[in-house]
């Protein structure tokens, strides 16, 4: 994994996280073959109804085997964050992300029970450097971690390019959202930079509202938006600049 992130160029280590599967557990595994044994011996022996008991217990076994608590496939799973990008290790491969490169699509869940707010669930939709997507989510584990340093690292390095981009007259779109160095629009309805009075992400929904307008200019699914995130440093850059060229 090393070797591929110096290959990338994804520049300096910024940490490591382990899968979030325990491995397999030796001892269920040794569980689950004395109980296949006993079921065995009982019936080469015709005492037929003594199988019954370890029999139910291999068949409630066998789907626990395979469950993330007794160790799953993604056991030796590990991600590895680079300033620059990430190398992932995952379903047997090892597959490598530039952030400059990637679009990000953010599908993480806040989630709350009876008013108390659950641990985040982070999960981003990726493309890896064979322009293949990867999902990269709760596989691992530190998602407080790594999930919002990969939101500011993805950000970083592609936000002078797309503020570029856009100095030079290009419009570039976020899915429903699109964004040129004078406004932002959805569709064929817009507003200039110094009118948009607020832009915000609340419940999975992107808002944005122009001074003057009681209805939104924009309403739609973060979960639908590709770099979210980024659109929003570049609202941010833009409402600051106010209206007329940038400064540089």
């Known amino acids: 994994m090393r070797e591929a992130a110096e290959r990338e160029g994804l520049g300096a280590h910024r940490g490591g996280h382990a899968s979030s599967a325990p491995t397999r557990s030796r001892g269920a595994l040794g569980v689950a073959a004395v109980l296949a044994a006993a079921v065995a011996a009982c019936l080469a022996t015709g005492h037929e109804a003594l199988a019954v008991l370890p029999g139910l217990l291999v068949l409630c076994a066998g789907p626990l ?62 493309t890896d450097t064979e322009g293949r997507r990867l999902v990269v989510g709760g596989a691992f584990t530190g998602g407080d971690v790594w999930g919002p340093l990969l939101r500011h690292d993805a950000v970083l390095a592609r936000l002078p390019g797309v503020l570029a981009r856009l100095d030079a007259g290009e419009r570039i779109g976020f899915g429903a959202v699109w964004l040129t160095a004078t406004g932002l629009g959805s569709g064929r309805a817009s507003a200039p930079w110094h009118l948009i009075s607020g832009v915000e992400i609340e419940d999975g929904t992107l808002t944005v509202r122009v001074e003057g307008h009681r209805k939104p200019l924009v309403v739609a699914s973060v979960r639908r938006t590709p770099d979210v995130s980024l659109l929003l440093a570049l609202t941010e850059t833009l409402r600051a600049a106010g209206p007329g060229p940038r400064p540089r």
């Open 65 to 126: 085997l395979g469950h993330p608590a007794f160790g799953a496939r993604t056991g030796d799973a590990r991600l590895e964050q680079y300033e620059r990008g990430l190398v992932v290790h995952l379903g047997g491969r090892i597959r490598v992300v530039r952030y400059a490169d990637t679009t990000v699509l953010d599908r993480t869940v806040r989630r709350t029970r009876h008013g108390r707010s659950l641990p985040v669930a982070y999960s981003f939709g990726l």
